[in-house]
């Protein structure tokens, strides 16, 4: 069955929540990430993932911008909660008018989100551009799905193009300076990187055609669905 972006309710979100945090009262073990979303300090969000995979830790570790030693982590306030928890399923779905076990929920009131049962640590990553896209329009920031570099003038090139349609491989040109290869913002002092990392396809990757993604795939690159 095909997922699909369902509306939903507060009492909802609510069970879900319950559920997501009644297997976290049993954990083993918990992973926290805090960060940010996007490259400009006066704009950019904080973010906190909460998460009992190792490996999606390491995921938005890749994916989004840490903090430098020197500030102060233990102050950190997070703008947006996610709370994965990749082993829970909503065995009440259809009682609740969802067409899947696997949930990923978006309370924008509370200012926190909950995944349950799946793997996929893009589930994470596209949420925070989701609310972005919330956010930033409201300061008057344009939020959009691209690629851009920068050439040695300061001349700006963007890539718009759904998923799998090239943005990363044309970004990467040896002669430009890359600015992200998915999630930007538009703002008067110019185009800013959501992310810390690039989130790139691999299919039919070769050092031949794209050498510099080809290269990028090396200790602590993560791989997804390979």
């Not at 972006?5 to 997501?20: A, N």
């Not at 040896?174 to 992310?195: M, V």
């Not at 080809?214 to 997804?224: F, Q, S, T």
Request: aromatic share 12%; glycine share 8%.
């Amino acid at each position: 069955m095909t997922p699909s972006v369902e509306k939903t309710t507060s009492e909802v979100f609510d069970e879900l929540y319950e559920t997501v945090s009644e297997h976290y009262d049993q954990a083993e073990k918990v992973y926290v990430f805090d960060g940010y979303a996007g490259a400009n300090p006066a704009s950019r969000k904080k973010v906190r993932f909460i998460t009992d995979l190792a490996c999606q830790r390491h995921f938005v570790t890749k994916m989004f911008l840490r903090p430098q030693a020197k500030e102060k982590i233990a102050d950190f306030k997070p703008d947006f909660t996610t709370v994965n928890a990749y082993k829970v399923t909503n065995k009440n779905y259809k009682k609740h008018g969802l067409k899947l076990e696997v949930f990923v929920a978006f309370n924008i009131e509370k200012d926190v989100a909950v995944i349950g049962g799946t793997w996929y640590g893009g589930e994470m990553n596209k949420g925070i551009f989701s609310m972005m896209t919330y956010w930033l329009p409201l300061d008057g920031i344009m939020a959009m799905h691209f690629s851009a570099n920068k050439g040695t003038n300061g001349d700006t090139a963007v890539f718009f193009g759904l998923s799998g349609t090239g943005k990363t491989t044309l970004l990467a040109d040896p002669h430009q300076y890359l600015i992200g290869d998915d999630e930007h913002g538009w703002e008067d002092e110019g185009i800013l990187n959501f992310e810390g990392g690039c989130y790139a396809k691999t299919i039919s990757l070769s050092a031949e055609n794209e050498p510099d993604i080809y290269n990028a795939i090396k200790r602590d690159a993560l791989l997804e669905n390979t």
